[in-house]
């Protein structure tokens, strides 16, 4: 395709979606799954046996990095300073900038990512609800690992809270650990700009940044590696049902409309309006 024919078609995308509307969307949804998240705490004790169970789970399996990595972040403050910065800060900066950046650039895919992103999250919720987890930091010490985050707190702006600012911990549910929504944002991430970013900088951050962030919350203990692969499951199960969905709501609108028209929809509109996405 063309670049005019490229620029035609992102315009007129962009065109259907306002910013004045799709902001206070993209706001109410947050709002809501921060306010949920916080509702559903669950019981601690439930949610450390939980942690215990998913630890020894791996620790059957040979597969629990967990101590390794947090390790080496605890001994050597070049790694665990800027680990703790990065679990603190990047989870909130670029995953709206990617956002921003696909509605400039890229508005033929970004209302089906949005999407894919909305639901994703959403469904998170269910397993924060159903699967309360303690983290590996809040275990009992005997499991042997040290909250960096409460370690290094005097370098950053959070306190013993995870990543909360110092007094605000009780904003923060601290049990939320099953699935990894950081990783399972900074995979959306990755695959928005690899897939989408025309400069070879752009496409090794998105693979570079699902990685590191990964690392980042196995060091940090704030996370299992359990977690991690639930926060990848949780993306692609949300990437299956975004275009349903979507096909479902512009069905609905599209019959909505011609209802207050008073005209009947013609399965043609019908079939252009679910199919107007482009692939991702």
Same mark, same amino acid.
């Given at each position: 395709?063309?670049?005019? +024919?490229? +620029? ?7 065109? =259907? ?5 799709? !902001? ?16 559903? =705490?669950?019981?601690? %004790? ?8 998913? !630890? ?11 101590? &390794?990595?947090? =390790? ?10 800027? /680990? ?18 696909? &509605?400039?650039?890229? +508005? ?15 469904? %998170? ?15 009992? *010490? ?16 959070? $306190?013993?809270?995870?990543? +909360? ?10 049990? /939320? ?6 990783? %399972?944002?900074?995979?959306?991430? *990755? ?5 989408? $970013?025309?400069?070879?900088?752009? =496409? ?14 196995? *060091?940090?203990?704030?996370?299992? !590696? ?9 993306? $692609?199960?949300?990437?299956? !049902? ?16 011609? %209802?207050?028209? *008073? ?18």
């Amino acid at each position: 395709m063309s670049t005019s +024919a490229t +620029a035609i078609r992102t315009a007129a995308h962009r065109d =259907r979606l306002r910013w004045w509307t799709e !902001l206070p969307l993209l706001a109410v949804v947050y709002a809501f799954y921060s306010g949920i998240r916080l509702l559903i =705490r669950g019981e601690v %004790g439930d949610a450390v046996r939980n942690g215990v169970g998913i !630890l020894h789970a791996e620790q059957l399996a040979h597969l629990d990095p967990e101590h &390794w990595f947090n =390790r080496l972040f605890s001994n050597h403050a070049l790694l665990g300073i800027p /680990a703790d910065f990065a679990y603190a800060s990047l989870h909130y900066i670029v995953t709206p900038a990617v956002m921003v950046w696909l &509605w400039r650039r890229h +508005a033929a895919h970004y209302r089906v990512a949005r999407t894919w992103l909305m639901i994703s999250t959403l469904i %998170g919720l269910v397993g924060f609800a159903v699967l309360p987890t303690a983290p590996p930091r809040l275990l009992s *010490g005997g499991h042997g690992f040290i909250d960096t985050m409460a370690q290094y707190s005097s370098y950053g702006w959070w $306190g013993t809270d995870a990543s +909360a600012p110092r007094g605000l911990g009780h904003l923060t549910n601290q049990y /939320a650990a099953m699935p990894s929504l950081h990783v %399972g944002w900074s995979l959306w991430c *990755g695959l928005m700009l690899f897939r989408l $970013g025309r400069h070879w900088l752009v =496409r090794t951050l998105g693979i570079v940044y699902p990685v590191v962030t990964t690392l980042v919350v196995l *060091g940090t203990a704030n996370h299992y !590696l359990m977690d991690t692969a639930a926060g990848v499951m949780l993306m $692609g199960i949300g990437f299956a !049902l975004a275009k349903p969905a979507l096909r479902i709501t512009d069905a609905l609108s599209v019959r909505r409309h011609a %209802g207050r028209q *008073g005209a009947p929809v013609s399965a043609r509109v019908m079939a252009e309006t679910a199919a107007g996405e482009s692939r991702l």
